[in-house]
Nanobody, 126 residues
Framework: AQLVESGGGLVQAGGSLRLSCAAS????????IGWFRQAPGKEREGVSC????????WYADSVKGRFTISRDNAKNTVYLQMNSLNIEDTAVYYC????????????????????WGKGTLVTVSS
């Protein structure tokens, strides 16, 4: 099973980026997916998660209203649209996958991910 993130980069505060997480090597809709981030000197934190079907999502309070998670099971890809970026959003963003059938988007608060990508760096400048 492999997860590959892309779409990171340097953006000015107030700008937008769309991250992608492409999956291969497993049956994609058998897995619920989450986006996480780790800023310098801080622990990894959950950002947003989505159930197998995409029918339920969860967002951290810090990104609610600014970020949108979605998935295209036909393309084996999960997206994270990030708008109104601020300096505090600077971090390495990782996608994680957990096998199982989940119906609530906040599953990622209770269950650890079983597979991880290598991350993509997002840098927001002032």
């Amino acid at each position: 099973a492999q997860l590959v993130e892309s779409g990171g980069g340097l953006v000015q505060a107030g700008g937008s980026l769309r991250l992608s997480c492409a999956a291969s090597g497993f049956t994609f809709d058998d897995y619920a997916i989450g986006w996480f981030r780790q800023a310098p000197g801080k622990e990894r934190e959950g950002v947003s998660c989505i159930t197998n079907s995409g029918g339920s999502t969860w967002y951290a309070d810090s990104v609610k209203g600014r970020f949108t998670i979605s998935r295209d099971n036909a393309k084996n890809t999960v997206y994270l649209q990030m708008n109104s970026l601020n300096i505090e959003d600077t971090a390495v963003y990782y996608c994680g996958a957990r096998r199982g059938r989940y119906y609530r988007g906040d599953f990622c608060r209770d269950w650890p991910m079983s597979n991880w990508g290598k991350g993509t760096l997002v840098t927001v400048s002032s």
